[in-house]
């Protein structure tokens, strides 16, 4: 118990940190400085209005300075940055899994959030992510790290051919992420990967279906938020799907 509300905790205080990166690195500014302050009005962030998700409910969801709307996507990412967290502790046993499995959801969150808003996966996260999988896996798992290093390469290089193949589909971002997504999940990429590409034909024909052909055909549909929901359900579940897969198709 005392594990799963650590990981609640520093999940909510991550995600606080998540939308400062979510807010900046589209515009090109530090995270770490200047401190949080309000964009209306310049007013620094006290410590006390910066207590994640509660200080967004006390506020009612404005700044306490000027008045300015603060978006409900603060407390949102907190809530499921530290909901994600605990149910990474819930579902594996090992530090190695535990690790990789929270540093991978710091990783896919705001990769999704600023796809969503700017249509850009930023190079600085994919590459923090590639090294923190790198680290975490060697440092915990040496012996999975081979494995790892494949799916990252297999997966890479199938987003790569299908990125080449059509242009307009999706950019080189989804392809350095895909590729991170393997270095955490190993094999558990391939069904995070074939999940992407469902939901992502799935909510193309209901765009299609609702525009019509010309124009659905025309709607810009960021597939960096399909990557994470496949990556999401990949820590949770990859490994029991591909284990499934193994014992009923394989044998």
């Given at each position: ?11 909510a205080i ?8 979510v807010h ?7 995270v ?6 309000c964009p209306?009005?310049d ?10 998700i ?6 009612r969801?404005?700044c306490?300075?000027?008045?300015e709307p603060?978006s ?10 530290a909901?994600l ?6 579902a ?21 959030v600023?796809d969503?808003?700017h ?9 923090l992510?590639?090294?923190l999988?790198?680290v ?8 999975g ?15 790569l051919i299908?990125a080449l ?7 080189m ?5 895909a590729?991170?997504?393997g ?28 525009k019509?052909a ?17 990556a ?20």
């Open positions: 118990m005392e594990a799963i509300t650590f990981a609640g905790v520093l999940g991550f995600g606080s940190f998540l939308n400062v990166v900046r690195l589209p515009r090109h500014e530090s770490i400085s200047p401190a949080s302050h209306g009005c007013t620094s962030v006290k410590p006390y209005d910066n207590i994640p509660l200080s967004w409910l006390l506020l969801g404005h306490r300075s000027c008045g603060i409900p996507r603060y407390p949102l990412v907190e809530a499921g940055t909901a967290c605990v149910g990474a502790v819930i594996h046993t090992s530090p190695a899994g535990i690790a990789l499995s929270v540093a991978l959801i710091l990783i896919v969150v705001p990769a999704a600023i969503l808003e249509r850009i996966i930023p190079n600085r996260i994919t590459a992510g590639a090294v999988a790198l975490l896996g060697t440092a915990l798992d040496p012996a790290e081979p494995g790892r290093l494949i799916a990252g390469v297999a997966a890479g290089g199938f987003l299908a193949a059509y242009p307009g589909g999706m950019g971002g989804d392809v350095k992420l590729a991170v997504m270095l955490f999940l190993g094999s558990a990429v391939a069904p995070a990967i074939l999940l992407a590409l469902l939901s992502g034909v799935l909510v193309g024909a209901v765009v299609i279906a609702r019509g010309q124009a659905g055909r025309k709607t810009a549909i960021p597939f960096g938020p399909f990557l994470a929901l496949g999401l359900v990949a820590v949770f579940f990859g490994q029991d799907i591909v284990q499934f897969y193994v014992n009923h198709f394989l044998h």
